[in-house]
């Protein structure tokens, strides 16, 4: 599995399940949805139906969910962007304001100065002598004093730094030269002077402020004031913007004590650096709220500022933690540090900050590349015990995890181990470590491919379990990274039906009941009723059903081969001829010594295989019987579907030189006879093996009528065939007469299978 997928597949996904939303949407949004009759048309579903129903619109609520959350955040860095060109904007639009305030107040000056001196030059030289006189006699207002003195106040406040104080006396200022300008109780001169003093001590204030903000000893209440002023001095813009940086090299100055190891424990420092930026960044939020409150332009900045910060956070976290985990396949300890991360980071939601998401985005990468590694960790180690495995089952090692209870009943108190080979309890046990910790794998919808990933190792497993069955090594080219690895034969049955059972166990109830940890949150409450039936609370949930599916073809495949092989076994000689050829039954006619009737070698040996397997199966598949008979059942299949499809046998008996006389269809009617009695008798006679038997009778029927004769004339009835089959199965197994199974469900199957062929012939 690839750590990164192509964008180009993941394009064509997303389109796809937008097209199914809209086609979902679609009865809704026409213009005649009637939604009275749209419920009565529900209403008559069955509980499936509606249960179906729900779970259907549950899924296209949380898809319509996700691809609004996909919306949202694939705009939103525009929208921020542009809310702070906006808001830089409005700064600059206040200080063209302030500037051009006071280059009004310089002309409206210049314009009052040149109008007073054309007064004066019109005046006669006695008036303006005496005016003069008058003026330089008259003692200054007290207005004009205070004007004059107010410049050495404003320096003596913030030379003292008393921030309120000059606040107020700017405030003061500004309040008495409008007044004057109101009532000319100010000469345009003092007015000026003044105006002019107001605006150098504001920007002197603001500086001075500015310097203060940044300074890394300015903290808590400090900072606040300070920005607080500023912003009341008409300087919001930057003022937010300090604010923001202050918590920034405050947490920087910190971090400068925290020095991350190749040898140190990445959660521990996750957990340090998690405290430290998220403090800061809460605090931030909690300043920001107080001096600017919810302001568009000021939260959008500090929503920018907090996302910038929370990525440069991920990407030390990465850096210092999650890589070394990610290569060595510590799923656990790359778990363990986005868990410790998403923890801190969540605890910003209550201040209206949802920055999860953008972690979730950056950890991804690095958490599917610690799940690839783990994955292949468990498929290698598999591989390195499959080696050396000796295929004989065993009980987990004392002390060892079992996958929870099995649906067997325990005997006393005590809960029913299941038996596996080595590498089988390997392959568990891992699988079971595997799934410890898959909160992160769940927040980040990685449940889908962390069960792909888990089939893929599963299915290579099985196929180095195909290799370790004989006569396997030509099929190895078709097993996707498998050739390169050696593994240890099971040569005997009990070693090969070992093989199933290792697969068997693992994909009908460990894989499945260890994944049900990646079932969703929602239904913790529903995976935690034992009284539910496993398969109940195993198939709840489709994906998991459609991945069990997949596992149990994975077994079929091995099961198959094994059943070919056998067949094959049986079949053929070593030399590569056949013991079930046409002419065995062909030449019987001209065998003129007396003929003991009893069933054909190959179908002995058959039976005798059938026998062996059953035994070492029930030993095998306690508690697990049904997948016993199954085995036996597709291997009878195999070995009579061999017959039905092997086209050279059905030549020579339809079209050979010499026809199939009585005596052989006899013989090959006892045998096909001989075959339904022991399935029967042995519950593993399905209703497949039973049409495909009857089909090769009625072919054998129709080849020996071609001949011209009565076939029913020549054959005897049923009884005689039932006693020479249950004699023949009674000496092979090595029972005394009378031991049959009487109570079998299908112990009267033959008679009347086999009768049902005869009438249908003879009609």
Known sequence: MASAKPARPRAISAKENGTKIEEGLSVFKSDKFDADAFVQSKCSLSEKDVRQLCSYLLDLKKASAEEMRKSVYANYSAFIRTSKEISDLEGELSSIRNLLSTQATLIHGLAEGVNIDSLSARGSEDSTANGLLALEDREPSDLEKWSAEFPDLLDVLLAERRVDEALASLDEGERVA????????????????????????????????????????????????????????????????LLLNAHYQRYQYNMQSLRPSSTSYGGAYTAALSQLVFSAIAQAASDSLTIFGKEPAYTSELVMWATKQTEAFAL????HALASSAAAGGLRAAAECVQIALGHCSLLEARGLALCPVLLKLFRPSVEQALDANLKRIEES???????????????????????????????????????????????????????????????????????GLF?????????????????????AN???????????????????????????????????????????????????????????????????????????????LKDTLCRQHAL??????????????????????????????????????YAKLNRMSSLAADMFVGRERFATLLLMRLTETVILWLSEDQSFWDDIEEGPRPLGTLGLQQFYLDMKFVICFASQGRYLSRNLHRVVNEIISRAVSAFAATGMDPYSVLPDDDWFNDICQDAIERLSGKPKGDRDLNSPTASVSAQSISSVRSHGSS
């Open 569 to 606: 076994d049986l079949i053929f000689t070593e030399d590569g001829d056949s013991h079930l050829t046409a002419e065995m039954y062909i030449n019987m006619d001209g065998n003129v010594d007396e003929i003991d009737w009893f069933p054909s070698s190959i179908f002995q040996e058959l």
């Open 479 to 557: 097993f996707d990274n498998s050739g390169n690895k050696i593994v240890r034969m099971a040569e005997t049955e009990a070693q090969q039906i070992a093989l199933l059972a290792n697969a068997s166990l693992l994909a009908d109830e460990l894989l499945p009941r260890a994944a049900m940890k990646l079932s969703p949150p929602s239904q913790a409450n529903y995976k935690d009723d034992h009284r539910r039936r496993p398969a109940d609370r195993q198939n709840r949930h489709p994906e998991q059903r459609e991945w069990k599916r997949r596992l149990v073809s994975s077994v079929d495949r």
């Open 382 to 452: 598999t591989a390195a015990l499959a080696a050396a495995d000796d295929w004989v089952l065993t009980f987990p090692p004392p002390g060892s995890r079992q996958s929870g209870r099995v649906s067997t009943p325990s005997i006393g108190n005590t809960t029913f181990q299941h038996k596996l080979t080595s590498s089988a309890h390997r392959f568990n046990l891992m699988v079971q470590d595997f799934f410890e910790d898959v909160g992160p794998l769940l927040s980040m919808q990685l449940g889908g491919q962390t069960l792909e």
């Open 316 to 319: 030390l976290v990465k850096r």
């Open 456 to 476: 893929q190792v599963f299915n290579s497993y099985v196929n180095m379990l195909i290799k370790a069955l004989p006569g396997s090594m030509e099929e190895e």
């Open 178 to 241: 409008a007044e004057a300008k109101e009532t000319n109780s100010l000469n345009p001169t003092a007015l000026m002077s003044l105006q002019t003093a107001i605006i150098e001590h504001r920007q002197k204030l603001a500086d001075q402020l500015a310097e203060a903000a940044c300074q890394p000893s300015t903290r808590g209440g400090e900072l606040r004031a300070a920005i607080s002023a500023l912003k009341k001095l008409g300087d919001g813009p930057r003022a937010h913007s």
